[in-house]
């Protein structure tokens, strides 16, 4: 594998970026007036306007040489046919097949893929269908009224993130909540309203052994039985999704009631497998259906399209622009769609779980930024925020604003208003206002031309920053996919070319086993010598207060 920095696209991108330093899209579009058409591109009802960045034709050539010469198109087939390129954990990478109306015949660990996935789906329908139709029944005999998806990460952010946005799809008859947090609060304001009789808990978890998810299921558990006084009430109120049935059973979920899914499906790739039973419950399966298809409808696009003309890959390649040549550090994601207020937590897991790495392929570290910092806000609150720091701080961000074309909301015209901001935005990100305008501006407002001067610089928007839209036409099922699949194959396209593997998350451990012997020195004479010097300060802290010996 030749070193990302010496493939001769890489070598050819640094020359070019010398030649872009001083671009300035502002003359780009006074310039052309075909701006917006060549660097636009539509897929079903998505739109992408890219236009506003700083890039020219020759860019992207160069940027899709780059993916050429990456193999992005090899590894984006291995993908796609099973092949184990989760090499640190030799597991093949296939969310795409969960959501193949018609899957290829593939065996992948010992797996028939395209029966196994049918046989659940087909389970997960039924199940869905007597939870709405009222024939399973609680313990008493009374139809669910509740549902609580207890997970976290990938087996939480998904699923809770979906039901956010497609809560104009919810269905009267379940009403679906989420928990994932440890701190017991979480659980306690959930159920604080919540009938046991009428309650059904999903325990959503890949391997069925994260702390979090275990301890409120035993808490949920605590609660059911407190209240309906006979361990039959397990059956009829608890089911799981879970790769690791042997753990589920232990905790006293019968097999019956569990939903599988494979080690082939990434945590946070699982909201179309099992884990999305909670999304089924909540919109339909006939809306689950339209989920998945959107997504696939995007997957189809990224196997088929030519690279220039593909929306995850042209995304992906910008990002890499930004982040190895403008050396970009974040990501900013705004949504001006109150419905995917949740679209940035799930990003965050998606995209920096995958890509913040600093190991290659050839097992050695990396000399480049790979994953960006993801943050962001629907619009437009985030305008009341920071968005001081985007137009006006030193830092050049880049950025995604998304919005939907039709108000699925009439509330008098606030949504020509949510719009008009969200474009106003990267109109003055772009434009900018300089100094002579300010400058006359305030003296036509009766100041000073000294006081004019002086305060002109704080007011002045320097612009030419850039920024991605994606406009779709409405919020629905169909739509939600494809944006999801798109983002997800845009951090795919990344991983490869940073030479990473975007499908392990070996940094997530080290906490999980530092936390056990510090959870026991906090309630024991434990010795604390083992932590380094500031843990040791704050367990003994924290003993002091509890009166315990330090
Ligand atoms: O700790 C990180 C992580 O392993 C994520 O990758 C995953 O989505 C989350 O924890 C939850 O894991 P599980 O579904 O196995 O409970």
């Not at 779980?353 to 619009?379: D, F």
Request: proline share 5%.
């Amino acid at each position: 594998m030749t070193p990302l920095k010496q493939l001769p696209a890489w070598k050819v991108l640094e020359q070019h970026f010398k030649t872009m330093r001083t671009f300035d899209m502002r003359t780009a579009f006074r310039e052309d007036a075909h701006r917006f058409d060549q660097l636009s591109l539509r897929c079903g009802n998505l739109l992408l306007d890219y236009s506003k960045n700083r890039i020219t034709a020759e860019t992207m050539a160069h940027l899709m040489q780059l993916a050429r010469e990456s193999d992005l198109e090899s590894t984006r087939n291995a993908m796609f046919s099973g092949e184990r390129i989760n090499f640190t954990e030799r597991r093949a990478v296939l969310h795409v097949a969960l959501r193949a109306p018609t899957r290829p015949r593939l065996m992948v660990e010992g797996v028939d893929v395209e029966h196994e996935v049918a046989l659940v789906l087909k389970r997960m329908q039924h199940f869905v269908e007597s939870i709405h139709n009222g024939s399973w029944r609680g313990h008493s005999g009374k139809p669910i009224r509740d549902v609580v998806n207890i997970g976290i990460g990938g087996s939480d952010l998904g699923p809770a993130m979906v039901c956010a946005a497609l809560d104009h799809h919810a269905l009267e008859s379940v009403r679906v909540h989420f928990v994932s947090n440890l701190d017991p609060a979480h659980l306690a304001t959930t159920l604080k309203h919540l009938d046991p009789e009428t309650t059904l808990f999903i325990v959503a978890s890949k391997t069925f052994t994260t702390l979090e998810t275990l301890a409120n299921a035993n808490s949920a558990k605590a609660w059911l039985l407190a209240a309906l006084r006979a361990p039959a009430a397990v059956a009829r109120h608890f089911v799981a999704l879970s790769t690791n049935t042997e753990a589920v059973e232990a905790f006293g979920i019968d097999p019956d009631n569990m939903f599988i899914f494979w080690d082939w499906v990434g945590g946070r790739y699982s909201l179309w497998s099992a884990i999305g039973l909670s999304i089924a419950l909540q919109i339909g399966w006939g809306n689950f259906q339209a989920l998945l298809a959107g997504a696939h409808a995007m997957d189809v696009h990224f196997k088929e399209a030519p690279l220039e003309a593909n929306m995850p890959v042209i995304l992906g390649m910008l990002g890499i622009w930004y982040a190895n040549f403008w050396g970009t550090d974040t990501h900013g994601i705004f949504p001006y769609d109150q419905r995917l207020r949740l679209l940035v937590p799930f990003l965050q897991q998606l995209d920096m779980e995958s890509n913040g790495k600093n190991v290659n392929r050839a097992n050695h570290m990396v000399n480049y930024n790979t994953g960006p910092i993801v943050w962001g806000a629907p619009g437009t609150n985030g305008q009341h925020a920071f968005f001081e720091l985007i137009h006006q701080g030193t830092r050049l961000i880049p950025t995604d604003f998304l919005m939907a074309a039709v108000n699925q909301t009439p509330l008098a015209d606030q949504h020509e208003w949510l719009l008009a901001n969200c474009m106003a935005q990267s109109e003055a990100l772009l434009k900018g206002k300089p100094r002579g305008v300010i400058e006359a501006e305030l003296i036509s407002q009766g100041m000073s031309r000294e006081a004019a001067r002086a305060l002109a610089p704080h007011k002045v928007f320097p612009g030419n920053r850039p920024s991605n839209t994606l406009l779709y036409q409405k919020l629905d099922p169909h739509t939600l996919g494809m944006l999801l699949a798109l983002y997800e194959h845009k951090i795919f396209v990344q991983g490869v070319v940073w030479q990473i593997n975007s499908f392990d998350q070996w940094g997530v451990e080290l906490g999980k086993q530092l936390a056990p012997p510090i959870r026991a020195a906090l309630s024991s004479v434990r010795a604390v010598g083992e932590h380094d010097g500031s843990t040791q300060g704050l367990i003994a802290d924290i003993r002091r207060r509890r009166g315990l010996s330090t």
